[in-house]
């Protein structure tokens, strides 16, 4: 055995032991293992693959570590902040800009001094016999010079005192070197702002340097390695200088130049020359025993400048605000244990590491100006600046403003990358604290808006999604930690999930078409414009669903953040928590809350959740199971686990998807047996299911709304027949109700249910109603017909039954209605009986099997026994009377969006949230009272004779009064709360106009209602949302054309407006039309012209009609939905809102539609000088129309700009060559430019505001000048609308487009004064100042282009404005003086002498005169001295004044 080497042994011994091991080649103690590389596998790991390594260094390699990190932010790519401020070309060659801006070296250094290395001192290590050098002992340094840091090793410390010790033998004793940097030759000039104990400059009250400054040594520049001769006198001379710049600036130049070095100077430097400059000012007190603390001369010389944001970062003031130092210096005194000299490395106590443990300072007690950082509590509230919270809240940490308790939003979202676990769960906590106290503070009243509304500026939930707030939650979802999973989905589901949303569409799912909801998807206006603008021509001629592919995940989610989501596999990571995690049952309800939100963005996104792999299974197999542990009804049961337990949150997912279509319904019933489960929880009685009461109603009432809605789509219909026992029964059971509502606690759970049954048996009648239909087309159907509908498994004999249950429960009902709070209660369950028997009567009436005597005698029976009583009970008035106060039309603020809601983020939370008396509110009476005027619709419909007994209806003075009020108001503007509320309202009105329709022509008294009922049709015909075409179509077909709804027709009002044109009512003008160039053409009054409108009535509905040929498959997708034929409905999801069905100004909807067909036709290089018949027919439907809404309906159109009507009536100009010529169009024409060119309409017109479909006023009126130099034949009419945007208030652009590039339409304008409607003054006042156009009216005047006989009006115009400028004495500028000045000198010489006293002698315009214009007999004193004075001659005094002929 060999022997190991003892002490004492030499290097020679050494060598011996090496050699005999080595010949005795005995296996080494330590055995070198080289571990497999596991990424590149077995066969990679052998060392022949490896590539050698460059040097003999050891390589450390991490298995499973990446080379490149993963990316911390889901953020888009960084753009850089000053690459938009260079220019940069194509053909600019990189090598010729940087030699450019290459610059030698010599323009920074201009002189280099080398180190003077010959008087340093050179130490000679001492030889010592050991073989190695001597060892410090700690023991040692204590006798040794300290050193200022307590940061360095030892050794450097012993290093450090030893250099120190050397320097002070070798320096002269009259120069004090210094290796510390000091400060900066610049006193003060560098101070970061927000420092409260130094001062920008030490300075005396006349601004100069105090001597404190001007005797100091240097501090930063201290001569070293100059040589030990020139430091001293190299550094003071700097300093000398430095201090003579100094004392000649003022206080304000050094605070300037100390700003401009904090900019440019590197924060890292200024904060090093800050520590060092408090370094040397305690030595120097330590050096000074006398010398006054600088702190005190702080505290009250210096003032704060911090500048600190809101979470908002915006629109914050900065305040300059004296504070108290209360910063405390450490002492060995202060330490709760005192160090001893036997502990080991406790010898030199570094206060600097101890900063933690003092004391903190007292935040701030008054309140300031200033914006500060937003900081929260743990359960999201937000903390005052001032508040002063104890530190055992676990508020404070160790971050920016240690003082101030809470966390902001910055902290949080650090902490959410946090490796700790408790850490990234609380963050992820606080944050969904902070996200749901936003949006509960947005949805209450602005006097109780909380915390948020009045103390944040700007919204926290913009500013979180901007900074990716959303992303940070998705990564979340993917860590391997429970309790961050479930943070993550409970801040998910604060931040998607709204429960007062849900809550709301439950109730109005029994409401009339209350099934049928609109996608929660955000309005994609704003991402199509700036995608226009930012995409190529090739780039858009993809398709839509190609643009959202491409495009990065948060750009995506910028404007939808549902579409998103599911870009970033967000289905799938759902679906593994559920099926692998298995959470907890709180986790689990929150998925299923965010899946059915997710279901409800849109078809698209149910038909992803049904694709995602095994996610649909998974729910219906874990939350909707046949059979389940009965523990779970045990009141004291502790659920630990949802799984294996059936949900009635799952439940309603299944009903949100069946909703996306009939499709999606289909694959739920069959492929994952939903049929079945329906009939497990259908057939068991709520009570008798093993879960707690609350949740076994709440899944029957799930379970008949998803059969509802699949009945709905006329599928399980089968399920009738199974379950016939179990409906009945519970039909039965429906009066017991009553009884229980007092003290039974889930009396509103058990009404839920109730309405959920009825409203599914009203969707099987409607289903059974189709059958006869159905099987006749199949029995009538040939072999080349095509594949054919089968009819449904359930025929009307086997529905008809149910109607006396519900109609014997509905009079039980309405026997309440006295008693307010039972009827409230009831009320919901009220509404589906009369929504049943309305659909019930309606479909009735269809059957080949109907007997008539009988049904009609049930009609009338079911009138004077339940509808006639009902509508004479009080109550009935005080529910009438309701309706204004709870219209979302009479109050737009109701349904006005949030104001922390975001675009992307759909919800159907209002400013006010959602009130007892608002539409949706508990007392609200629309939905009852839209279910009655159904039902007496239906009947009316079915039996004329009882039409005249429901004239009370339109009598209730509340209902007057709320239309009244509702239809000249502008409604709402279009967003997901108001399209889904003012659909409800439109229901309403829909159902009173039809029950108008059918009195008009019966009830002799019904004439007084017909003017305010018509104008209620013509402004629901402009409101009306997409999925209401049905009511479009029927409004124009019955009511908006009626001649019974505009008794003006026949009550003498063409006459009347012919006395109002003679007797110029409402103007102070008469109302002039111009002629026409067609020879022999007749010029009828507005009388006749009215009179004629009324009686073609008829063709004018027709002309309409014809027009909206491109909405009919949206009216057939909306016929079937309000029609009840269920096996063509293919979706209960109603289109996209982006807009009302119709546009506002779709009276003018013919004329536009030609004018773009004939435009079009043109740009294909077709002519069209004449129009065909029909066309001109069309046009003149469309004037007949709008002359008679001006004169009757004035205030229906009082929502389209005075300037779009004038719009559309030039496209009769610009359609066609000489369609203006034609006779009824020239008279309709003629007449409505009449009317507005009426004061009130002319002082309403703004021609430079954005008009609706008009890109640029001034395009079109170009187009118009075009068009009447090529085709008006100086036509009076063309001549005046031509004239009517050149008056003086509108823009100056067009008026230089006539008298410049277009000079030559000034001989064709010729309207004559009398023809033209406008007043002259509108054209010469205010007097021209534009000197450009003033030299064009000279101009156009003096060479002859403007004359009287061509164009009076503009004669007038320009005659005028020309003699106000050139008698002008107002101080003006030395052009525009010289300019008038040489036009009078050039008026004085003109030849023509009547356009030059014309110029000299105006006096005020005059249309009754010849000439347009009044002139003066003889000049005014001071314009006569003003000529003598520019001109140097005298007048001519013999000058008489007389109209030239």
Known sequence: MLSRPKPGESEADLLRFQNEFLAARASPAVKVVKKADKRRGAAGSGDEERPPLQDSRDVVILDDFPDVLPALTPAPPKKSKFKNACVRFDDEDPEERLECHDRHITAVFSKIIERDTSMAAVTMPVPTGDPFPRAFHRSEIKNEVKVESGRKSIFAQKIAAKRAAEEAVTAPPAVETRHTHRISAVPGAICSPGSAEEEPLHSTKDGKPDDDVSTQRPRIITGEGLGSLESEREALAIHEENLQKLHSMTQEEILQEQRRLLVQLDPSL??????????????????????PEPGTESQHGAKETVKDFSVGGSGMEESVWPEKDTRMEITEVDLPIKPQKEWIHMNNVEFEKLEWIKDLPYPRQRRTKKGMQARFSLK??????????????????????????????????????????????????????????????????????????????????????????????????????????????????????????????????????????????????????EEEEELTLMEKTQGKKSKVENKPDPDVARYDVIKGLLKTQFLHRLRYILEVVRPVPAVVLDILDILTRVARHSSEACSQLLACPRLIETIVREFLPIQWDPRAAEPGHLLTSLHGIACATAMKLIRVLAS????????????????SRLSRFIAEDPQDLPLRREEAIRLSTEAFRLWAVAAGYGQSCDLYRDLYPVLVKILQSLPHLLSDCQENPTFPLSIQRATAVVTLLTHVTQTAGCTAELQARLSSSGPGDGEQIPPPPVTWNQVSGLRPFLETNLRRSVQEISRLETWQALQPLTTTYIIYLGVYYSICSQQPSLNPVDYLEEVERLTSEVLLPLLSQPAMHRMWDLLRPCSALCNPLSCSPASESVPSIVSLSCTGGKPQMSLVGSKSPFPFLTALLFLINNVTHIHKGLVSKYTSVLDFKGLKDYLLQSWPTRPPSITPSSAWILRHEYHLQYFVLALAQKMAGICPDYTQHASLHHCVAMALLSRLLPGSEHLAHELLLGLAFNPEFIPEGKTGGPEAADFSDILHLGTSTKLAQPGSVAAGFPKPRRGVLLGESYQHLPFIRACYLSQFVHLEPALARSQVAYQGRTYLVQSLLLPEVKGPILPSDWPFLPLISLYNKVTSAETRGAILNTLPPDLVNTVTRNLQWVLLLETWRSRVLQNIPAAAKLARLMCVFLTGGDLFLEGPVHCYTAALLALYCQPKVLDSLELDAPLPGLASFHDLYISVLEQFEGVSFGDPLFGAFVLLPLQRRFSIQLRLAVFGEHVSTLRALGVPLKQFPVPLERYTLPPEDNLNLLRLYFQTLVTGALRHTWCPVLYAVAVAHVNSFIFSQDSTTQEADTARKSMLRKTWLLVDEVLKKHLLYYKVPNPESLMGVDLYEQLPPIRLKYLQMVTKKEPKENMQMSDPE
């Open 660 to 675: 996306g279509g009939r499709n999606a319904t289909a694959r739920l019933l069959n492929k994952f047996e939903l049929k």
């Open 380 to 529: 999201g509230e937000l903390i005052p600046p001032d508040a002063d919270l104890p530190t055992h809240l676990g508020l404070h940490h160790h971050g920016e403003e240690a003082e101030r308790a809470g966390y902001s939003l910055q902290e949080l979202f650090h902490l959410c990358r946090s490796q700790l676990i408790q850490q990234r769960t609380l963050a992820l906590q606080v944050l969904g604290h902070v996200v749901q106290k936003d949006k509960d503070c947005a949805t209450i009243l602005e006097a109780k808006a909380g915390e948020f509304a009045s103390s944040l500026k700007g919204s926290v939930l913009r500013l979180l999604l901007d900074a990716g707030f959303l992303f940070l939650l998705r990564f979340s979802l993917d860590d391997t930690v429970d309790n961050v999973i479930a943070a993550s989905v409970r801040a998910l589901h604060i931040l998607l999930v709204s429960p007062e949303d849900e809550e709301y569409l439950d109730q109005t799912f029994s409401w009339y078409q209350g099934m049928a909801v609109f996608p929660f998807t955000p309005n994609s206006e704003e991402e199509e414009e």
């Open 270 to 291: 200024v904060a090093f020359l800050k520590s060092q400059r408090g370094v040397d000012e305690g030595q120097e007190r330590r050096e000074k025993p006398g010398h």
